[in-house]
């Protein structure tokens, strides 16, 4: 009996069985899926390390963009760019009929967390430029490794199926997923799987604890004057985001816990001697679900027009970003899971483990050695009430179409999240291996999804069934908001220069550790033995 004719009686028992642990691809082709992942583990640490180098935050991802399009078309897919409006975004598909599976991660840095990599002390690759202090450098090169070695294998064996790639451009402004939805980039697919770094192997269902986020920007005018020779001729619009930072914090005490709120002034005048016309303040308002961040969010707007009439001016608002709340499927975070656990955690080398250890110690963290075995699935009755503050905009993704997130192990545990010390092992071995083994694990499950109906079905039965039977889909984003895609272009035209003699020479060097001339081994040796 041909390999053809196996996944025809495999699909055709699975058909009649009414469990979702059954519902799972032939274990002989998911294992040729992870042995085409081994096959690009080179290729893994590549793409990780030349991203890590771009560094490029949100909506200025030009180079990182146009590196992973690239690499797509190089291997077959059809890719379209600038998707939804937003220059650095795009699509790539392959296949036809089947199931369709779309792949995403994302792929922005942060601004100000410049980092060497492979060394436990806070150091900068260029001074005050972004960096990659939240892993997303190697998301998407898990994405592609999985989305080439489940190609193969879906060739192969002549299996109906098809992958779209997207990066998730932005999301540390939350600023396109909301827009990717709006223009329907999902709207004939399937299933959804997501990927984002971590510092364990595992996944999980149901609320996430992720709160639902809108980004705003609220800008205030007034009237200039001479401050100090006719103060009184002018309508300070300084004075309005004031006095509404101050009128939200008192406000704040009378809020739900479950809110969080935070504000930057984006604009605060020109000069001390003008009363400025023109001031602005950037808000993130997060709430639990959808109806209570309509709410924040309504309180928020009232402020700002109590800050306006208190100072003589008059306030605009500009939406930048919205966010869901985050909510795994079930299903598809079952068979998720039980192929992360048939992938393990990586072999870590005594090196990685003390590269680990020398990057707590030495910045005052928890020590804990990197993971010798996967996280247990994550379900409400393991997390309880737990709400972990933060957003993530593949909530949108996951109110629109079947999703799950996984978790891979490619960062070191106690790092401290968009900051120096989450950097500093993203382009070495820790990165890599986590990369590696959390592409086994998605290629896996693709072959799952396109091999058995049963799963896709129960995934979209139990969205609809479970997931949207109390809340549906509200996103706080109008007709006329578009992205903004204009946000930390200055700061790239300023940076870009003197970043790009740091990018990665991969014909050049074996590794971006290489090219940098850091040795990787010497870095933990030196806080090998140190207590924590």
């Known amino acids: 009996m041909n390999r053809r004719t196996l996944i025809a009686v495999a699909l055709a028992a699975t058909a009649m069985v009414p469990t979702m642990a059954q519902a799972a691809a032939d274990p002989a082709i998911k294992q040729e899926a992870a042995a085409a992942v081994e096959a690009q583990r080179k290729q893994i640490q590549v793409m990780v390390d030349e991203i890590y180098s771009f560094a490029e935050p949100g909506f200025q991802e030009v180079r990182t963009s146009e590196y992973l399009a690239g690499i797509l078309e190089k291997n077959g897919f059809k890719v379209v760019r600038g998707v939804a409006g937003v220059p650095t975004a795009f699509t790539a598909t392959w296949g036809t009929g089947g199931p369709k599976i779309a792949l995403g991660s994302d792929i922005d840095g942060l601004l100000g967390v410049s980092q060497v990599p492979g060394v436990a002390d806070v150091k900068p690759l260029t001074e005050g430029a972004p960096g990659h202090g939240e892993g997303h450098n190697s998301g998407m090169p898990l994405m592609v490794a999985a989305a080439l070695a489940a190609k193969q294998v879906i060739t192969k064996h002549g299996i109906p199926g098809r992958l779209m790639l997207w990066p998730g451009v932005a999301e540390e402004l939350l600023a396109t997923k909301a827009y990717y939805v709006r223009a329907g980039m999902f709207k004939d697919v399937d299933a959804s799987i997501f990927a984002h770094v971590n510092t364990g192997f595992g996944t999980g269902w149901g ?122 499927n079930k299903p598809l975070a079952e068979a998720l899971y039980a192929n992360i656990e048939t992938v393990g955690v990586p072999q870590w080398s005594a090196a990685d483990q003390a590269f680990a250890k020398a990057v707590q ?116 984003i109008a007709a006329t908001d578009m992205p903004a895609i204009d946000r930390n272009a200055r700061t790239m035209e300023q940076m870009r220069p003197s970043m790009q003699p740091q990018y990665y020479d991969a014909k050049k060097y074996d590794t971006y550790l290489q090219q940098l001339g850091i040795d990787y081994e010497a870095s933990g040796r030196e806080t090998s033995g140190a207590g924590s």
């Open 207 to 328: 609320d996430l604890g992720l709160t639902g986020m809108i980004s705003v920007e609220y800008e205030y005018k007034g009237k200039t004057a001479h401050s100090a020779g006719m103060p009184w001729e002018g309508r300070s619009a300084l004075d309005g985001v004031e006095l509404m930072d101050v009128m939200w914090n008192f406000r704040r005490e009378h809020l739900p816990l479950t809110q969080r709120s935070h504000d930057v002034i984006t604009n605060g005048g020109g000069q001390p001697n003008v009363v400025p016309d023109k001031a602005s303040s950037w808000y993130y308002f997060r709430e639990k679900d959808f109806s209570s961040l309509r709410g924040l969010y309504d309180t928020g707007n009232q402020v700002a027009e109590a800050a306006a009439l208190a100072s003589g001016t008059t306030v605009s608002r500009k939406v930048l970003g919205f966010a869901a709340p985050n909510y795994g």
């Open 361 to 476: 110690t030495k910045n005052h963290l928890k020590v804990a050695p990197l993971p010798d075995k996967v996280t247990p699935l994550s379900t409400p009755d393991t997390r309880g009430d737990a709400s972990f503050g933060g957003s993530d905009d593949i909530g949108d993704v996951m109110w629109t179409v079947p999703t799950v997130t996984i978790g891979y192990p490619a960062n070191v545990p106690n790092v401290i999240f968009h900051h120096a010390t989450a950097a500093m092992a993203m382009a070495t071995p820790i990165a890599h291996k986590g990369t590696v083994v959390g592409a086994k694990a998605v290629a896996m499950t693709i072959l799952d999804l396109v091999t058995t109906p049963q799963l896709v079905t129960e995934a979209k039965t139990w969205m609809r069934d479970v997931q949207l039977k109390d809340q549906k889909y509200d996103p706080l």
